[in-house]
């Protein structure tokens, strides 16, 4: 996606997701569908080696405070039964 094209990207609700701005000054919208509850958020580890994504750069990551207290897909499988 870039500025030009105006195109945006619907995830469905429940499928992990994660996205890295190539640019400065990217903005993101960002929407849920229910009333956000902050104590049944949770998320992976962005470099899980089981997940092996090939982001595009590694080298300049800045993860919010939140992302960085992460577990990894392992954790979550055994949390959940998987």
Not at 41 to 66: A, F, M, T
Request: hydrophobic fraction near 30%; charged fraction near 25%; charge should be positive.
């Amino acid at each position: 996606m870039d500025s030009k094209n105006n195109e945006c990207l619907y995830i469905p609700e429940g499928f992990a997701h994660g996205f890295q701005s190539l640019e400065n000054n990217s903005t993101m919208l960002y929407a849920c569908t229910l009333k956000r509850y902050q104590k049944f958020e949770r998320g992976l580890i962005w470099d899980d080696n089981e997940l092996n994504i090939n982001w595009p750069n590694k080298k300049k990551v800045i993860i919010s405070l939140r992302d960085k207290n992460n577990i990894s897909f392992k954790k979550y499988k055994t949390q959940n039964n998987l």
